[in-house]
């Protein structure tokens, strides 16, 4: 049914495989990481390596439908994505956890947070994040417009290789900008990530990401948490971002970073770790 030696978490009530990684003195206290779409837990190898070497105990898992977990054909939405990580948190009886999410894993943290992590969560990071929404509507005039996620769609169901190249070499890590020296390691590791997990998951995870309102989540969050944000970040725009989840937060603490990219915990993991170490050890 379930193995930490194989490090799957079966949901029996719904037939989904999640694939995580658990490294670290159980008696550590555990660092729970989200990744963002449509990567896996190993978009953070880095972190992991260096808050295990910290003495921490580090977790991340693959979304449904994303890396090496089920490719499932329901279930792509925040409320079944924050479910999923309930079930693994209380798989390995995590207490005193810290939470730290990317992008769309950064509304998947601030959901579970919201919904389940009451006495099990002493704090929170949102780097990068969606929250509190990213579109464009009368109440949220900041945001991007439905076509900017029509587009993705369109890419991902037309090419989703090619896509899955182009996202990386430009705009996510900023290497379509002027004077910028693009990495193929890393433009191929995200493409190696992306073309892991499941063409429907990741098509519907677009609506997932672009169209929650997390606004009702962020405003029950109670622990201190911690909100960082590029300026320069290309894919979650931070007018429509941060700024404004570090004010519906109860306890929370805003850092934007000049000219830093989306992928900023890959091009800058020296400055945000730093940040994020400051910040759960103070």
């Known amino acids: 049914m379930t193995g930490a030696e194989t490090n799957i978490l079966q949901r029996i009530s719904t037939s989904v495989q999640l694939f995580y990684k658990d490294w670290g003195p159980k008696s550590a ?39 090496r977990s089920s490719q499932v054909s329901d279930g792509h939405d925040m409320d079944h994505y924050a479910s999923d990580v309930a079930a693994m948190i209380d798989y390995l009886e995590l207490r005193n956890a810290i939470h730290v999410g990317h ?107 672009s169209e929650t309102d997390f606004t009702e989540d962020l405003k029950s969050i109670t622990v201190p948490t911690l909100v960082l944000h590029g300026d320069d970040d290309q894919i979650v725009p931070i007018g429509a971002a941060a700024p404004l989840s570090a004010k519906l937060l109860q306890a929370g603490t805003l850092k934007i970073y000049e000219k830093l990219p989306h992928g900023l915990c890959t091009t800058h993991a020296d400055v945000v770790n730093a940040d994020i170490l400051a910040f759960i050890t103070a």
């Open 29 to 67: 206290q555990p660092i729970v990481f989200h990744h963002g779409w449509p990567l896996s837990s190993d978009d953070w190898d880095n972190q992991m390596l260096f808050f295990l070497g910290k003495g921490f105990r580090v977790i991340a898992h693959d979304r449904r439908g994303h890396g």
């Open 103 to 209: 992008s769309t894993g950064g509304g998947e943290a601030a959901r579970y947070v919201a919904r389940y992590g009451k006495g099990r969560v002493t704090k929170l990071i949102l780097i990068a994040a969606v929250p509190p929404s990213m579109l464009k509507t009368g109440a949220n005039p900041g945001g991007l417009p439905i076509e900017a996620f029509d587009g993705l769609r369109s890419q991902l169901a037309a090419n989703r290789s090619q896509f899955y190249r182009d996202f990386p070499s430009g705009p996510f890590y900023g290497y379509n900008r002027p004077g910028a020296e693009p990495s193929q390691a890393v433009i191929s590791n995200w493409w190696r990530q992306g073309m892991m997990g499941g063409a429907k998951a990741h098509y519907e995870g677009i609506k997932a990401f």
